[in-house]
């Protein structure tokens, strides 16, 4: 079950959250569960007993991460211009597929091994950066024991690395590190070595969220400039007399009367020194058009070459062949 702090963060992040809208073809993205990689702590600063200034990078709440990590599934998702694919939830997945091998469910309504969708892009994103910067005015500022600020000033500032991988080759497409920063003065902050209050006073009114929301915006962002040049394809499942089927649909982009590039591809060119696939090459063999879509695949019709087999790829023509 979600917890308190995980509700609080989704409800905040994404009530302020409003990325646009876009239309086209929908490449399959998988979002890897986030992890944090930072949570040093520092030790306090100042003088005269009666100032300080102190930075603390504490180990945030238990499932801060995780809660990420939904956000940003979320809003790629909101975003239409990707399939975007549970993968949080796989050993739940596993489990029940192993159930219907088991022999002790219905074998009509069985889940099946190797049904799951396969993704083109991963994403993974990691939390390199999660700080508080504080000024107190009191001689009783006590970090050790926890420290209670009352007229203060806050500042926060979370840092999300993020790297598109392309799921055949592993090779990474594309990284960044985006940043937000927020302040707040006059809150009421409590925070210890340990862990921080996430109760509705204490945590929604911290700067957290808000550096946060604009990590994660920044993150969004990124991979929808970097995955709009990455190559759209979508494969053939058939061909029944005129008709060619295509595992892409409306849920894809694909719509009636668009036409696309036919490839058939030949052997995977694999270097012999370090083993890593250096792409396939292929050559077009023909043109199709979508007559009709559904939601999960696309009826189509030869407009010109010769009818595709199985697993044949289908692009836009404008992007010609894989290198």
Known sequence: MRSSVAAVIISLLISGQSFAQHAGLKKRLAVMDMSITNTAMAAPTGGGGTAYSTTIAIPPPTDFAMALTEVLTTELARTGKFIVLERKS??????????????KVNAETASKAGSIIGAQVLVRCAISEYSYTQTGTSSSLKVIKGLSLGATMVRAQVGIDTRVYDAKTSEVLASTVTRGTATAKGADIKMSNARMDASAGGFVTTPLGQASREALSGAVQFIVEKLGSTPWEARVIRTDGKDIYLNAGEESGVTPGATFGIYHGGAALI??????????????????????????????ELVSGELPQRNDIVRTEKQGVNP
């Open 90 to 103: 796989i050993a739940d997945i596993n489990a029940e597929q192993e159930l219907g091998a088991s022999g």
């Open 271 to 300: 270097d012999p020194a370090s083993g890593t696939d250096l792409g396939t090459p292929d050559t077009q063999v023909g043109v199709l058009r979508i007559k009709t879509v559904r939601p999960k695949y696309a009826v189509a």
